[in-house]
């Protein structure tokens, strides 16, 4: 049997950049607190991605946490999000023992439709936050998103923990709401083998998210707090593996796009197959390369026969609205996050795969149909 395939697993640059980084950390015992590597990824992820200010923490999920905590979301408070994500955009609302209301995909982008975001601000105008994900990379509809929201005067995170790297309409994801969510977690484009970022213009917001995420320690000579506080910071040393992985996005971006042209070239007529969207105003990260089955070969055999030839797949994320612990919150829309849940494969897209490994997971596929 070949070696196993991944669907998206770490790969350091084959420069060594991530070891100087970190060589430097060690050499000058600067592994923890915070340090160097801190500020230097802070500074060099917002230029990246063209923000003003950036806050380096422990993962995705607290950045998440901490946008919530920044916009004032608090108990009872309504926040609206994608109901085809993964479970860490939703817990932090609870966490703020805040509610859900889970929104719909539209077919033409799979993220966040429009139609439902409108629908839910007329059932629920008192919404405090709305969280736009950019699902394997893909962008929302930034635009008519952007509009309902400041229609409503409703503060907007974006969740483009899976989006790095990715633009819509030339504009980086991440930077069109008012707080932006990076991850660096192992599964991700890039990774610091856990950890991520809150990018936002509001200097003042980022400073204080700083603060919370080291304990609310106020300025004294002994330890006071006024505030509740978290231990959500970055760590010196994954900073340093993040500074040597930013090195190299643009070429992850790159071979994902490859990956991604490759299925869709080999794959894309067989009977029943469609590729995740392509849309001319988005320029994913294409994260996961994704597609959908309509035919008589049904995703189950896919995943099977992958599995078989010890290749990593899996179902496109199981929607939120259909998950026992959240269940009991609302949703609107009309059930296309659900088909796409019931149809989709997310196909292996790791960077680290060769033409060879790529050829043998489309072999493994057509010998199906
Ligand atoms: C990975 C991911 C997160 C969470 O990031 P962590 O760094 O793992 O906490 C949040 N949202 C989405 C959509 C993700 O894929």
Redesign the pocket.
């Known amino acids: 049997m070949g070696d196993k395939l991944f669907l998206s697993s770490p790969h350091m640059s084959d420069e060594g950049y991530e070891k100087e980084y970190v060589n430097e950390a060690f050499d000058t015992n600067w592994i923890a607190p915070l340090g160097k590597n801190v500020n230097e990824f802070e500074k060099e992820l917002a230029e990246k991605v063209g923000s003003k200010h950036a806050a380096a923490l ?7 946490h901490l946008a919530l905590k920044a916009i004032g979301v608090g108990e009872g408070d309504v926040v609206f999000c994608p109901t085809l ?2 479970s ?2 939703v817990n932090p609302i609870i966490y703020q023992n805040a509610t859900p209301v889970f929104i719909d995909s539209d077919e033409e982008t799979w993220n966040m439709s429009s139609k439902a975001l409108e629908k839910a601000f007329e059932k629920h105008p008192s919404v405090k936050a709305v969280i736009v ?3 394997y990379g893909l962008s929302a509809n930034m635009d008519s998103i952007m509009e309902i929201c400041r229609r409503y005067d409703v503060k907007v995170i974006e ?1 483009a ?2 989006s790095l790297g990715g633009y819509y309409k030339g504009k980086h994801t991440g930077t069109f709401g008012d707080y932006g ?1 990076f ?3 192992g ?2 484009i890039i990774t610091t083998s ?3 970022m809150l990018v936002s213009d509001n200097e003042e917001r980022i400073s204080k998210t700083r603060f919370w995420a080291t304990q609310s320690r106020d300025q004294a000579r002994h330890y006071e707090h006024s505030e509740l506080g978290y231990n959500y910071r970055m760590s010196n040393v994954s900073a340093g593996i993040g500074r040597g992985q930013l090195k190299v996005l643009e070429e992850r971006v790159a071979r994902k796009k490859y990956i991604f042209d490759y299925y869709k070239r080999e794959l894309g007529s067989l009977e029943g197959v469609s590729f995740m969207p392509d849309n001319d105003w988005d320029e994913p990260n294409y994260w996961l390369s994704s597609m959908t089955l309509s035919g008589k070969v049904r995703p189950i055999e896919v995943m099977e026969g992958l599995e078989k030839e010890n290749i990593e797949a899996r179902p496109i ?1 199981k929607p939120m609205h259909l998950q026992p612990y959240f269940e009991k919150y609302d949703f609107v829309g009309t059930g296309v996050a659900a088909t796409l849940f019931e149809n989709g494969v997310c196909l292996p897209s790791d960077t680290k795969m060769s033409d060879e490994d790529l050829a043998r997971v489309v072999k493994t596929i057509k010998e199906l149909w």
């Open positions: 422990s993962s995705g999920t607290a950045a998440i994500t993964f860490a955009t994900v950019h699902l969740d923990a899976e969510v991850s660096f977690n599964n991700k856990g950890g991520g994320w």
